[in-house]
């Protein structure tokens, strides 16, 4: 019976044995399943969380880096403000200068599209150009359509004729009943219609007006001084000499259309351009001389 009954423990306590391993085992399997769980979750919302800040980080510099872009109507017929060179074949000139420093100062870009004037004073005010910038004489007529900035260019209007023809006409006073070329739309033109009984002949370019008396079609011409002199002693060759007083003291602006809440970005852009010196610098690589 002893031996019967100790037979028996044995058996109980290696069946208790083999229960209790067998229940650590399961309890490792359990824990080691759930912490590989555990680090596949983490995991993924690692991943999930670097890929939101890289796509964060790449919508913030896309936005930081952005520079809007604004469309500029020119002229390319008006020296020394806008014109083509002869050798380079590109667009260069005081104008085009200044309205690139200004886009690099207030941090935009700008395509720039070149048209007759007259098409420039009309496209303005209409929005179909953000910016004008052609050596545009500030008027009180177009000031009802068009937004200028502050004034960058001082000028006015010059008589010029033929050498030789000074005696004939020596001044504005003298062109009544005489032919005199001017530019279309430009406030030569509006000069002669209002202040002269001339015979006003009005090319859409004011090279076209220089050749018509140098040919001899036309007795003189009026236009801005500072074009009117450039001319006369670069293409004009010494032919053209300018006579009379300086009329109608002028100013010019660059335009944009009514409301345009880009003219004050450019003004503050120009105040800075002249505190640095980048202004002169430009104005004296044009002029040869500081206003």
């Known amino acids: 019976m002893r031996k019967v009954w ?9 069946f208790m044995l083999a229960a209790c391993g067998g229940g650590e085992e399961g309890t490792e399997e359990s824990s080691s399943d759930t912490g590989t769980d555990t680090e596949e979750t983490a995991g993924t919302e690692e991943s999930e969380e670097e890929t939101n800040e890289n796509t964060n980080s790449e919508e913030s510099a ?16 008006y020296v ?24 690099e100062e207030a941090g935009f870009d700008i395509e720039i599209e070149q048209m007759e004037f007259s098409g420039i004073v009309s496209a303005i005010p209409s929005g179909r150009f953000d910016i004008g910038i052609a050596g545009m004489t500030i008027t009180e007529e177009r000031k009802e359509n068009i937004d200028f900035s502050q004034p960058y260019y001082d000028a006015g209007l010059i008589l010029a004729v033929l050498e030789g023809s000074e005696e004939e006409i020596s001044s ?18 509006a000069y ?43 293409e004009g060759g010494g032919e053209l ?25 450019v003004d503050e852009a120009m105040d800075n351009l002249k505190e640095s010196g980048e202004f002169d610098e430009i104005y004296n690589k044009w002029f040869g001389g500081s206003e």
């Open 6 to 14: 100790l037979f028996a423990v044995l058996v109980l306590l290696l």
């Open 62 to 77: 896309t936005e930081d880096g952005e520079r809007p872009t604004y469309s500029v109507a020119t002229d390319n017929n």
């Open 80 to 103: 020394p403000f806008e014109f083509i060179d002869q050798e380079t074949d590109e667009l260069v000139g005081f104008d085009i200068d200044l309205i690139n420093a200004i886009a």
């Open 172 to 189: 504005i006073d003298d062109v009544d009943g005489k032919t005199v070329a001017t530019r279309v739309g430009s406030t030569s033109e």
């Open 192 to 234: 002669l219609e209002e202040n002269t009984d001339a015979n006003i002949e009005a090319f859409p370019e004011i090279t076209e007006a220089y050749q018509s008396v140098l040919t001899g079609r036309a007795d003189a011409v009026l236009y801005d001084k500072p074009n009117v002199e450039y001319y006369a002693e670069t």
């Open 241 to 265: 000499v300018t006579v009379g007083d300086l009329l109608q003291g002028e100013q010019y602006g660059i335009a944009f259309p009514k409301g345009s809440e880009l003219r004050d970005e």
